[in-house]
């Protein structure tokens, strides 16, 4: 019974809490005259990146440090927020993709995923990594805010706050953004409990829980975000806050964890030889998915989702066979090459298909 009841006012406040996020984020571009893009980039990102951050943090000052929960919540939580949040999004309404986001935005999403398995390589991430990393997440949102001012003078402002002063609408909308968040992170947090429970009641280990029900939970966010925004038309911010959310899940969350552990934080051989470059190749699969029209349709999301379902069974099949070597891993792993295939043969069609019309 109470299983039930936290699943069900939990999805209420996931829809709830994204509607206030979307409205207050929504009039808050308007406000500073900047693009929704921007927005969902910084400070939609930054906000559903939260519970990353919570958990993850949290997991760094435990005795023990749970340093394995820290970087498998970041991978998992960003193979997520593409093959799960981005194919469900798009299932719901295809994506109309921001061309400028292909162009800068996507190609560093790329950029801070191959950097993972840098810092990495050598089954450590130190304290010093850490910090570079948080770093470079400060100084990338200052280069986005910079980039976008100098672009907003040419762009028309709007009177649609004329009728108050904009100090107050601008309190009111920062307001209903926080609230919004807080209410998304609390549904999250229920629904990640209830599920637990289920994984428990079917005698499901704590590997698998923190791979797939941890990592899910804290995409929940970007899910319910994305799937709001894109249902009452910003696709732009739905995109721009599953893009956002995967660099500062790596650069802000993992580099910040990293750099206050004093030890920094360890890596598990198959997470290295696997979930890291499994997120590497799903990250790069975006370019030409993205890039194919600037569209993403719902055929391309049910791919999406066919291949985060694949993921899960694998990570169960794995565990339960006890399988630590290259039997399933290298099937799945160069399962996903396909995605990049099917990609680039849709944007080749694509070519064609306008060729002809033309």
């Given at each position: 019974m109470l299983i039930t009841f936290q699943l069900v006012v939990g999805f209420g406040l996931l829809i709830g809490g994204a509607e206030f996020l979307i409205r207050g984020a929504e009039k808050i571009s308007v406000l500073?005259?900047?693009?929704?893009?921007?927005?969902?980039?910084?400070?939609v990102a930054y906000g559903t990146s939260a519970p990353e951050l919570a958990i993850n943090v949290s997991a760094i000052y435990e005795v023990p440090p749970r340093s394995g929960l820290v970087l498998g919540?970041?991978?998992?939580?960003?193979?997520?927020?593409?093959?799960?949040?981005?194919?469900?999004?798009a299932i719901v309404m295809p994506l109309v993709v921001p061309r400028r986001l292909v162009r800068t935005t996507l190609p560093f999403m790329v950029l801070t995923s191959?950097?993972?398995?840098?810092?990495?390589?050598?089954?450590?991430?130190?304290?010093?990594?850490?910090?570079?990393?948080?770093?470079?997440?400060?100084?990338?949102?200052?280069?986005?805010?910079?980039?976008?001012?100098?672009?907003?003078?040419?762009?028309p402002r709007t009177n649609a706050v004329a009728?108050?002063?904009?100090?107050?609408?601008?309190?009111?909308?920062?307001?209903?953004?926080?609230?919004?968040?807080?209410?998304?992170?609390?549904?999250?947090?229920?629904l990640v409990e209830a599920c637990i429970d289920i994984a428990k009641l079917l005698?499901?280990?704590?590997?698998?829980?923190?791979?797939?029900?941890?990592?899910?939970g804290t995409?929940?966010?970007?899910?319910?975000?994305?799937?709001?925004?894109?249902?009452?038309?910003?696709?732009?911010?739905?995109?721009?806050?599953?893009?956002?959310?995967?660099?500062?899940?790596?650069?802000?969350?993992?580099?910040?964890?990293?750099?206050?552990?004093?030890e920094g934080v360890t890596v598990e051989s198959r997470a290295l030889e696997f979930d890291i470059i499994l997120m590497i190749v799903v990250a790069v699969a975006c370019l030409p998915i993205f890039a194919s029209d600037y569209k993403i349709n719902?055929?391309?999301?049910?791919?999406?989702l066919t291949y985060y379902v694949a993921y899960i069974v694998y990570l169960y099949l794995s565990h339960a066979s006890e399988v630590t070597s290259t039997p399933i891993e290298i099937p799945l792993l160069y399962w996903v090459v396909p995605l990049?295939?099917?990609?680039?043969?849709?944007?080749?069609?694509?070519?064609?298909?306008?060729?002809?019309?033309?």
């Open positions: 500073f005259g900047v693009s929704p893009l921007l927005v969902g980039l910084t400070v919540n970041v991978v998992g939580s960003n193979i997520a927020n593409i093959l799960l949040v981005l194919g469900l999004t191959f950097s993972v398995y840098a810092v990495a390589f050598d089954g450590l991430i130190s304290p010093l990594e850490g910090a570079v990393m948080f770093a470079a997440a400060l100084l990338y949102s200052m280069v986005l805010i910079y980039r976008e001012r100098r672009e907003s003078k040419s762009r009728s108050e002063s904009r100090a107050r609408s601008l309190a009111l909308n920062i307001l209903l953004l926080v609230v919004g968040l807080a209410i998304l992170i609390y549904g999250a947090d229920l005698q499901v280990s704590e590997m698998i829980i923190g791979l797939s029900i941890v990592a899910v995409s929940l966010p970007e899910l319910a975000t994305s799937i709001v925004a894109c249902i009452k038309g910003k696709c732009d911010l739905a995109v721009g806050n599953l893009v956002g959310s995967n660099i500062f899940n790596i650069l802000l969350v993992l580099g910040l964890c990293a750099s206050l552990s004093p719902r055929w391309e999301g049910v791919l999406l990049l295939v099917v990609a680039v043969l849709s944007q080749v069609h694509r070519f064609f298909v306008k060729a002809t019309d033309s």
